[in-house]
């Protein structure tokens, strides 16, 4: 079966070719480890798990790694050490901050229904020069240097974007366009107001490495071009994200690679999904709508958050709301309990490739699970009275008691 996915770089869907077929390679990028992922960040995750577990099916389980990094070194991260943790050595906060959330975030995105990534690799272990000769961030600024592509200045290591041509084509933005905008002031020891920083000092109670330009630590974008060639190359097959990531993050990312590497490209398909609102609103703390993947778990089934994410394709903006959610759930009960009565006589082998196509026209899951519907339409309505009457009594007992309370976010109106 043919798989055809869109490209945010090219701006087309195109037909998908693996640079190797017994090794599909894609990255997403993953948390920063601090606070609790909210339900805008389980889109991704979801969203590329629905991915990754379609190029399993299409080349083989063992022919796919999928790389998603968890990003344990930040300045919110140092925050919010300082805040929990106070008195306590900041290194030794940290540890205890980002820990304490990964391990909530697996937890978390396991009970979405989410596969666990092939390598999930933490910045901090790919700062320095490996033992294993994986690439790392300190070696890539090096080389960043050495091509003339970045520059010391102001304490930093940043990225020189005027040595790049074609800088700004994943989001379509010009340099000239930044430079107009630019705070000259804070921008004084730059090059370009679009030049962005690589390597920073860090105060000795911050953490940090010592590296050719003093004891310091990595801009946020250099962690994924490090990650990425570590274990799938300088250039490799998908990369996914968010939609607010296309700028600056994929943009930088895309630039440190190549102009590191020298190569043509990073990645040959770049995709992202849309953003995500809660009844019509941004999500914000102070509007009372945030709303936690915990927090919807103690009020939903993993599966039916998972499967009102898909009702929407990833691409297109979603508006998460409880009449969705309900919807969602009645769906799936009422599907489970048709599986029940009617397995036996639906035809599997006739099923699956509808299923199959619509997911593989660019993840275009809505139309999949309108296959879906159509498979328990034509098992009510070819199976009588007595599967349907049999259906909605098996129904009612399947029924979930998801407990409706404790969540801020559904009190509005
Ligand atoms: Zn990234």
């Known amino acids: 079966m043919e798989l055809k996915l869109y490209d945010t770089l090219t701006k087309e869907k195109r037909v ?92 978390d995105v396991a009970a979405l229904g989410c596969l666990a990534p092939t390598h999930e690799p933490r910045a901090t272990d790919f700062v320095l020069p490996r033992a294993d000769g994986k690439a790392d961030m300190t070696t890539l600024i090096k080389q960043l240097i050495a091509r003339g592509h970045a520059y010391e200045a102001g304490g930093e290591v940043l990225f020189d974007t005027s040595s790049m041509k074609d800088y700004g084509a994943l989001s379509g933005r010009k340099l000239e366009d930044q430079r107009a905008g630019a705070r000259v002031a804070v921008d004084a020891h730059k090059k370009n107001p679009a030049d962005f920083v690589l390597w920073k000092q860090s105060s000795p109670d911050e953490p940090g ?52 590497h020298g190569t043509p490209t990073m990645a040959n398909y770049w995709m992202h999904n849309g953003f995500l609102q809660v009844e019509g609103e941004k999500m914000s703390k102070s509007l009372g709508n945030f709303v936690t993947i915990n927090e919807a778990l103690k009020d939903w089934p993993g599966e039916v958050l998972r499967f009102n994410m898909l009702k929407t394709h990833y691409r297109q903006p979603i508006d998460w709301t409880l009449k969705s959610l309900e919807e969602s759930e009645r769906t799936l009960d009422e599907w489970y309990a048709l599986s029940e009565v009617g397995s036996a006589r639906t035809s599997e082998a006739t099923w699956p490739r509808a299923v199959l196509e619509a997911l593989s026209d660019d993840l275009n899951t809505p139309k999949a699970i309108a296959e879906l519907h159509q498979l328990r339409n034509r098992a009510v309505h070819g199976d009588g009275f007595e599967a349907r009457r049999m259906a909605k009594s098996k129904a009612r007992k399947f029924r979930r008691r998801s407990i409706r309370s404790g969540c801020s976010a559904w009190t509005a109106p």
């Not at 990028?29 to 190029?55: E, K, M, S, W």
């Not at 790694?65 to 991260?77: Q, S």
């Not at 946020?220 to 994200?241: K, N, P, Q, R, T």
């Open 16 to 107: 998908f070719a693996p640079l190797e077929k017994n090794n599909v390679r894609m990255y997403v990028c993953g948390p920063t480890v601090y606070d609790f992922a909210h339900i805008g960040n389980a889109r991704p995750v979801i969203v590329f798990d629905v991915l990754f577990r379609l190029l399993r099916h299409l080349y083989g389980e063992s022919h796919v790694t999928y790389v998603r990094n968890i990003t344990d070194v930040d300045d919110k991260i140092n925050d919010r050490a300082a805040r929990d943790f106070p008195g306590m050595a900041l290194n030794d906060a940290i540890r205890k901050v980002t820990e304490k959330t990964a391990n909530q975030f697996h937890a």
């Open 209 to 260: 490495w010592e590296s050719p330009w003093g004891r310091g630590r990595p801009g946020w974008h250099i962690e994924c071009s490090a990650m990425s060639a570590a274990y799938l190359g300088d250039v490799f097959d998908i990369h996914g994200g968010g939609l607010d990531l296309v700028f600056p993050h994929h943009e930088n990312e895309l630039a440190q690679s190549r102009c590191a």
